[in-house]
């Protein structure tokens, strides 16, 4: 078996083509490269149901199907997935090219082709992902206040160990405030940034999800000690607990 990182073999691959010898061939050849999980489909519906079924990292599909094509099977499997689509086909035509990668294809290779160059092009996508996955763990800071966690890299509030279930735009709210501890935001500003709207009706709002947080927060959300109402000003995120 050729080199293959566990992050790269533990990936999962599904291939959507109808021609038995081409299946076998790549699944023979994605196995030697280190791919573990490989599920094939031989129809586009079949192919729709087992990508919602097993949610594959990346999807080899072939654009003459047996009963939908490969343009409309991509249109359907990206109204619930964006995990990579390359496109096989026997057209080497430029407006196949343009119609597949415009409506969602990430890659398109003609027929015949060399299954160790697919296999090096979908280790190469996944290695990229991973590095930028990485680039982008890199520069999101982890903010811990007292027993609060907030995790910008996996998107998480840890309340007292306990992960917090918040709404979007709580998120949105929360993360403005605590990465800029101690510092005032007017309800005007706050309505902006996380709505990213006028200010139109925003006392209501902001109200709204301020007293959510604090009920989610605060061990005490009548009486908080993180998030504070500054008297005519707005709110603040204090670095300190008013405990403290």
Request: glycine letters at 6%; hydrophobic letters at 35%; one cysteine or more.
């Amino acid at each position: 078996m050729n080199e293959s990182s566990p992050a790269l073999s533990a990936r999962k691959i599904m291939i959507i083509d109808d021609e038995p010898d081409i299946t076998d061939l790549l699944t023979t050849v994605l196995h030697r490269e280190g791919f573990r999980y490989i599920c094939t489909a031989a129809t586009g519906t079949a192919g729709i149901r087992l990508c919602r079924e097993q949610q594959p990292d990346i999807i080899i599909l072939d654009i003459m199907l047996p009963d939908l094509d490969g343009f409309a099977v991509c249109q359907q499997l990206r109204q619930f997935t964006h995990v990579p689509i390359f496109f096989l086909s026997a057209k080497n035509e430029d407006m196949d090219k343009i119609i597949g990668l415009g409506i969602g294809g990430d890659d398109y290779i003609t027929k015949p082709f060399s299954p160790k160059e697919l296999a090096y092009r979908i280790k190469a996508r996944f290695r990229r992902d991973l590095m930028l996955s990485g680039m982008i763990r890199e520069q999101r800071p982890i903010y811990e206040y007292g027993n609060i966690r907030i995790d910008e890299n996996k998107g998480e509030v840890i309340r007292n160990t306990e992960p917090i279930g918040l709404t979007a735009k709580e998120y949105k709210l929360l993360l403005l405030l605590a990465s800029h501890p101690d510092q005032i935001f007017s309800k005007q500003q706050l309505y902006r940034n996380v709505w990213e709207e006028d200010d139109r009706g925003s006392d209501n709002a902001i109200m709204v999800h301020i007293r959510h947080l604090r009920e989610k927060l605060e061990e005490d959300p009548s009486n908080p000690q993180r998030l504070l109402t500054v008297r005519g000003l707005g709110y603040k995120w204090t670095s300190r607990s008013m405990k403290s």
